[in-house]
């Protein structure tokens, strides 16, 4: 039996891509086994996927293969579902397999956190992955097919977007720029479609600038949006929604963009979680597991100030080259780092040629935020695809 250290990377998100990508470029030959394990042969960017949900870009370009990213000569690429993590014998249960592991690194990435709201998990849908937003632009675009068959209906022609959270206010602009369109191909009166903005906080976008939340409000106010902000959605049914203090808003289409979690699998293996996410320790492993690394949604790390960081792709990113980096001392028996999030600021699209960001320092509004949004997908592409990945995919974004 070879004793060549096993390490074992579950998920191709952002950690687990540039964990792989960081691995297969500083490990020397033979110096480690390393595997990849992803449920789908491609990568997808999560980051982009509101677009295609609302139907104003297509699910190609949100995503890219595998095997166009990673070198497989230096990475083992395993298409599978992982069903079952067992630490106590250093084991991953796929689907169709077992596989073992010295290193572990999860970066299973995040799921719909529903926080027990009845109805929820069986009525909405979620802005996920590549297969959950066909489903969404589908389901949109049937519906006003729909209403042309049963014109009392107008539930069909009203949607609800559950959290004005980043996820919920950068698809309710796609989705505003998106209705008027669909409404002129099925000739319904556009005056009868309904687009709900629904914040149980006293803010869209909670910690957010103010100034330019505001912004963002106004854009998306003269785009269609209405906003109840400051009004829980208590219940989701299959007639829309009961918000406040028992309203009910009939709607044919709930999306809910109301938070994340990690994955379950995590809790199941017996690792300590909160919401899904392991308080990794500074070198990003589970404490009691030295040889687990956790990356990305399923992490959490604290800012100075004791606060949480938010689950972004930006510090799946950094903690991806943190992972690898202490993936390969702790092969070489060197110290590892500490990881330390550099944060580069936020960017929020708001549909066509409209976003507002803080980034160096700045405020941004409007088309050069909206220009600093491409850049930095068209940053990304680069990172893990180099300039072939920009030319093909970045004309897209
Ligand atoms: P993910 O990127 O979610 O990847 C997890 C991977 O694991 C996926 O490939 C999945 O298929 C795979 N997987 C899951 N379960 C299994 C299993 N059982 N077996 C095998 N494979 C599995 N963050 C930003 O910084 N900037 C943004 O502009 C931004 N925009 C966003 C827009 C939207 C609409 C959404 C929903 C999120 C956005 N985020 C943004 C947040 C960001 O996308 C996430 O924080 C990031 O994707 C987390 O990366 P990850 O590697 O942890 O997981
Ligand atoms: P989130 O947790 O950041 O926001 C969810 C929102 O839903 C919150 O404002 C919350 O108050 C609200 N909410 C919760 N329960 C509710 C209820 N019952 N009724 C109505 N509203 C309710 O989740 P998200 O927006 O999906 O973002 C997840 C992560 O992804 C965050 O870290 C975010 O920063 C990141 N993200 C970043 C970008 C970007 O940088 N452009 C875009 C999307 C997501």
Same mark, same amino acid.
């Given at each position: 039996m070879s004793n060549i250290p096993k390490i074992v990377i579950l998920g191709a998100g952002y950690g687990g891509v540039l964990t792989a990508l960081r691995l297969q470029k500083e490990l020397n030959y033979n110096e480690a086994d390393v595997t990849l394990v992803n449920k789908h042969d491609y990568h997808y960017f999560t980051t982009h996927l509101h677009m295609p949900a609302a139907g104003t870009d297509k699910t190609e370009n949100a995503r890219v293969s595998i095997s166009k990213l990673i070198d497989e000569f230096k990475i083992d690429f395993v298409k599978s579902t992982v069903v079952q993590i067992r630490t106590q014998d250093k084991k991953v249960i796929l689907e169709d397999g077992t596989l073992s592991y010295d290193y572990l690194v999860i970066g299973l990435g995040g799921e719909p956190e529903t926080f027990g709201i009845p109805g929820m998990l069986e009525h909405a849908m979620n802005i996920r992955s590549i297969n959950s937003v066909r489903l969404i632009r589908e389901h949109i675009e049937y519906q006003f097919a729909r209403y042309k068959r049963e014109p009392h209906r107008t539930d069909y022609l009203t949607f609800v977007v559950g959290g004005a959270g980043f996820t919920g206010i950068e698809f309710v602009g796609e989705l505003a720029d998106r209705l008027p369109e669909l409404a002129k191909q099925n000739d319904v009166d556009p005056a009868l479609v309904k687009l709900y903005n629904i914040e149980a906080a006293p803010s869209a976008?909670? /910690?957010?600038?103010?100034?330019? &939340?505001?912004? $963002? =409000?106004?854009?998306?106010?003269?785009? /269609? &949006?209405?906003? #109840? *902000?400051?009004? $829980? *959605?208590?219940? %989701?049914? $299959?007639?829309?929604? *009961?918000? /406040?203090?028992?309203e009910e808003i009939k709607a044919a289409t709930v999306i809910w963009a109301a938070g994340v979690r990690g994955n379950r699998l995590i809790e199941e293996a017996g690792i300590e979680t909160m919401r899904g996410r392991v308080k990794v320790d500074d070198s990003l492993r589970v404490p009691g597991n030295d040889n687990i690394y956790v990356v990305g949604d399923n992490s959490l790390m604290f800012n100075a100030?004791?606060?949480?960081?938010?689950?972004?792709?930006? *510090?799946? =990113?950094?903690?991806?080259?943190? %992972?690898?980096?202490?993936? &390969? $001392?702790?092969? #070489?028996?060197?110290?590892?780092? !500490?990881?330390?999030? !550099?944060?580069?600021?936020t960017v929020a699209s708001l549909g066509k040629g409209e976003a507002v960001g803080l980034a160096f320092g700045k405020k941004y509004k409007g088309g050069v935020a909206a220009l600093l949004k491409k850049a930095i997908d068209i940053r990304y592409l680069y990172i893990i695809g180099g300039i072939p990945l920009v030319v093909r995919k970045g004309k897209f974004l």
């Open positions: 976008l909670p /910690g957010f600038d103010p100034e330019l &939340v505001e912004y $963002a =409000m106004q854009v998306l106010t003269r785009k /269609g &949006v209405t906003f #109840r *902000i400051g009004t $829980a *959605i208590k219940e %989701c049914t $299959a007639d829309g929604v *009961i918000v /406040g203090e028992g100030e004791g606060r949480p960081f938010p689950p972004t792709a930006q *510090i799946a =990113m950094q903690q991806g080259v943190t %992972c690898a980096h202490n993936l &390969v $001392a702790s092969i #070489r028996n060197q110290p590892l780092k !500490k990881f330390e999030f !550099k944060n580069k600021g």
